[in-house]
């Protein structure tokens, strides 16, 4: 199974998230911002709440 990234993301200082957030600052913070509330905000228990991102994964062809 291919573990790399199906995103172009240029090399350099810092892992895939950092270097692909250099790339627009704006979408990183709204990313960071939607991260934030889906776990430290949400109703939800933690158990559903990571089932739900397991899903994610398997839909996008994620390890995980």
């Known amino acids: ?13 810092g892992d895939n998230y950092r270097r ?10 709204a990313a960071g911002t939607f991260s934030k509330a889906v776990y430290d905000q949400a109703d939800l228990p933690v158990r559903l709440r990571e089932l739900m991102r397991m899903r994610v994964a398997r839909i996008n062809q994620c390890v995980i």
């Open 20 to 29: 692909l957030g250099r790339l627009s600052p704006a979408v990183a913070r």
């Open 1 to 13: 199974m291919d573990l790399q990234p199906r995103l172009d993301i240029p090399d350099g200082e």
